[in-house]
C-alpha cells in the first residue's frame, strides 16, 4: 500500500467480513442450504431479490392492429403527408407503393414500442415494379429503419385499431351499436 500524498491523511482502513463458517457435521443437508428469509417489503419500498433468486419478467404483450399510420416526404416540394394504410393493402405516395403486412403495438401499461413488417416496392418510369424496402419498420427510430428514396421518404409514426377511411367511402359503423332508443314522447 502506498503512503498518502503530502498533506493528505490516510483513509480509515475497511472493516473486514467474518469468513463464512461451514455448517456443523450434525446439521441435516436440508437446513445447511436453507435459503435465508426475505424480509417483507414497507409500503412504498421495494426490496431487492436475493442474490440466489431468478426473476423471470411476464412476456410482453403485442397487440395486432388492422391499420398501420406512415408519413412520407415529397422532397422536391418540402411537403410532409400522413397516410393510413390497412394490413395487407398497397398505398401509393408517389413513385412509391407501400405495404404494411403487420403492425404491433404494446399495451399503455408496458414500454411504449410500435413495430410494422413493411415492404415498399418502386415504380420506375418504364413501368416496372422493383422492391426497395423489405423489413421491420420501428415508430421510435424512424432514422434507423426508414425508407430513404431519392425524391421520398417514408417511415411508421404510429397503428391504429380503426380502419382507415378512404377518400369518397362513408365511414364504417361501429362495431357494437347501442340499441336503438324509442324517440321521446312529444308534449302537447
Not at 50 to 64: G, W
Not at 89 to 94: D, K, M
Amino acid at each position: 500500500q502506498r503512503p498518502p500524498p503530502p498533506g493528505q491523511t490516510a483513509p480509515p482502513p475497511r472493516p473486514q467480513r467474518p469468513p463464512r463458517q461451514a455448517a456443523p457435521a450434525d446439521t441435516p443437508p436440508s437446513q445447511q442450504d436453507a435459503p435465508r428469509e426475505r424480509r417483507q417489503a414497507l409500503p412504498g419500498e421495494t426490496v431487492a431479490p436475493a442474490p440466489d433468486e431468478t426473476v423471470i419478467a411476464p412476456p410482453r404483450q403485442r397487440i395486432n392492429n388492422p391499420t398501420a399510420v406512415f408519413s412520407g416526404l415529397d422532397k422536391i416540394t418540402g411537403r410532409i403527408i400522413s397516410f393510413d394504410v390497412a394490413i395487407d393493402e398497397t398505398v401509393q405516395f408517389g413513385a412509391l407503393q407501400v405495404t404494411p403486412r403487420i403492425c404491433y403495438t404494446r399495451p399503455p401499461t408496458e414500454t411504449p414500442q410500435t413495430t410494422s413488417f413493411v415492404e415498399v416496392d418502386e415504380v420506375t418510369l418504364n413501368g416496372e415494379v422493383r422492391r426497395i424496402y423489405g423489413g421491420w419498420m420501428f415508430a421510435a427510430s424512424p432514422g434507423l429503419s426508414g425508407v430513404e428514396h431519392s425524391i421520398y421518404d417514408v417511415w411508421l409514426t404510429d397503428c391504429k385499431q380503426t380502419a382507415p377511411l378512404v377518400q369518397g367511402q362513408a365511414p364504417a359503423p361501429p362495431a357494437a351499436a347501442p340499441a336503438a332508443q324509442a324517440p321521446p314522447p312529444q308534449r302537447r
